[in-house]
């Protein structure tokens, strides 16, 4: 599965999936482009993670909801290693957990622009570069919200549909070019975004704590996720596209029947 030649831009790609995305894709051979917000510490740090295990990889500062910072960002990665082949829409940021009725505005605007617009402004930038290549691939990180659609997360509920819709628009739209869109939708994942939403929503303090009560024993893992992103965009999958893949171990165990 090797994606030596490659270039890939993975958004919030300094910590949790995103991280484990960009280390893992450039453990197969692509240069990544790390993307993250405001820690520049954690993103260095992954940049350096890649770098001693003999990969490519640079840090570049962006806020995905703001088009002039993605233009710069993305011009700044085809100056340094060329056209962008591999596209991880991967940056997201939680609601409050408020019914619609008590939801801020900003923070619907601050949500959904994060979860849709920002991958609507990268696609939209990377996509002249990418058609010109043998083949591109695109990749939205979504959730199982968008299945479940559950109360008191309407911002984040509304985001992750909008990005899969887009996903869907996409596939169409880019598939004469040889491009694929795919969504990876995971379940609860062990990063620190998942240990304070079961904290907030459930009160567990040790997140491994649910191991014996989630799928295959354990919780989902970074890597789990990422080693979904490393077969949608590898020569392994020939021929999916617009394709939404759950990565949730087959979700909730069932309670076991009487006998």
Known sequence: MSL?????????????????????????????????RRDDEAAEQTVAEIVAAGGSAKAYAASVDDFDQDAQMVAAIEADFGPVGILVNNAGIASRGQSVADTDPAELQRVVATHAFGPHYLAKLVLPGMRQLERGDIVMISSVATRSLGSHGAPYNMGKTAMEALAYTLAKEERRYGIRVNIVAPGLVETDMGKRLIKATQGVQDIRSLDDSMP?????????????????????????????????????????AMD
């Open 4 to 36: 030596q030649g490659r270039v890939a831009l993975v958004t919030g790609g300094s910590r949790g999936v995103g991280r484990a995305i960009a280390i893992s894709l450039a453990k197969q051979g692509a240069t990544v482009a790390v993307n993250y």
């Open 216 to 256: 295959f024993g354990r919780v989902c893992q970074p890597q789990d996720v990422a080693n979904v992103v490393d077969f949608l965009v590898s020569s392994q999958n020939s021929y999916l596209t617009g394709e939404r893949l759950y990565c949730d171990g087959g979700g909730p165990v069932p309670t076991r």
